[in-house]
């Protein structure tokens, strides 16, 4: 942005996982140098190779179809040797194949325990 003479924006980038703190389904708040539009930048940092698969939480995969022109994941692979930069843009269920890893579990209470409950 510097670079561009737009320091005024540059002024404004946000780490908002270190500033606010994580869970805002993104990392950094940054802008378009042309338009001032927001861009909400999620960074993947992985050791392996540009197509090793790597994880993305629900909210992250919301928050990019909720406002795709705004989202983009930046991929830094081969981190530890000679690190590259991969940008996706947009909806990660359009850019990436994705496959459900975990659950969220509830104990799910006894008879006893819902007989109890119900009284």
Do not use: N
């Not at 908002?16 to 940054?30: C, M, T």
């Not at 983009?72 to 994705?98: E, K, M, N, Q, T």
């Not at 659950?103 to 409950?117: D, G, K, L, N, V």
């Amino acid at each position: 942005m510097r670079d561009a003479g737009r320091d005024d924006l540059a002024r404004k980038v946000d780490w908002v996982a270190e500033s606010i703190g994580d869970g805002l389904d993104f990392d950094v708040l940054s802008f378009d140098e042309s338009d001032q539009a927001e861009r909400l930048i999620e960074v993947k940092t992985a050791g392996l190779g540009k197509f090793f698969p790597f994880y993305v939480s629900a909210t992250e995969v919301r928050c990019s179809e909720d406002v795709p022109g705004q989202y983009h994941l930046y991929r830094v692979f081969d981190f530890a040797d000679c690190p590259h930069l991969y940008i996706l843009s947009g909806s990660l269920v359009a850019r990436c194949l994705l496959e459900p890893t975990q659950y969220r579990a509830a104990i799910r209470p006894s008879e006893e325990e819902q007989a109890r409950t119900a009284r």
